[in-house]
């Protein structure tokens, strides 16, 4: 499991004390002031060189090919918190923003397995993990401080792979930590 959600930012990170995280966000139905924001994607990347608490971020954004520039200004502010919202207490710890590229982004799901692709920017997948072999429900972590949402289905990550914005990242180890769950940011 991420150090970071149960020692609330002030765990060392296990990778070699540094984090590389993408978080992928599908609106299902949405808006922010009157541009709407249905169907399309996101991927909040970023690495964090210490303790996540500590700040100084690196930060950037993959939006959806078919967002319009509207939708992409929009989602921007959302993401980085300056629109407020979940994000807004975040903002603080990014030290730089690495800007915003467009690709087209596939998200799938299938039972409890995971899939997002982003052009060849970031390929990700993933498995909800349960202790029961037979069951189609994954454990949850509750009551956590993710801005995504309090409570968190566990996963394990497949293979992370990204090469965006800067950021390079492969892993194909099966051991990273990963987690999904459905968000609703009204306040965004």
Not at 6 to 34: H, K, V, W
Not at 38 to 56: Q, S
Not at 114 to 130: C, I, R, Y
């Amino acid at each position: 499991m991420c150090p970071c959600i149960t020692g609330q930012l002030a765990a060392r990170p296990t990778n070699n004390g540094s984090c590389t995280f993408a978080i992928t966000m599908q609106i299902e139905r949405g808006s922010f002031d009157d541009v709407t924001l249905d169907g399309l994607c996101f991927i909040v990347l970023g690495y964090a060189p210490a303790e996540m608490g500590k700040g100084n971020w690196s930060v950037g954004l993959v939006i959806d090919e078919g967002a319009t520039a509207e939708q992409r200004e929009a989602i921007t502010a959302i993401a980085s918190g300056a629109a407020g919202g979940p994000m807004a207490p975040l903002s603080g710890m990014i030290g730089t923003f690495l800007g915003v590229e467009s690709a087209a982004i596939r998200f799938d799901r299938c039972g409890m397995k995971l899939t997002v692709t982003a052009g060849d920017l970031v390929e990700m997948g993933g498995e909800g993990q349960g202790f029961d072999p037979n069951s189609a429900a994954p454990m949850f972590l509750e009551n956590t401080c993710e801005p995504v949402s309090t409570r968190l289905a566990l996963a394990q990550a497949s293979e992370s792979h990204v090469h965006a914005l800067g950021l390079n990242w492969d892993a194909e180890s099966g051991k990273n930590y990963g987690h999904f769950a459905p968000f609703n940011w009204r306040s965004a």
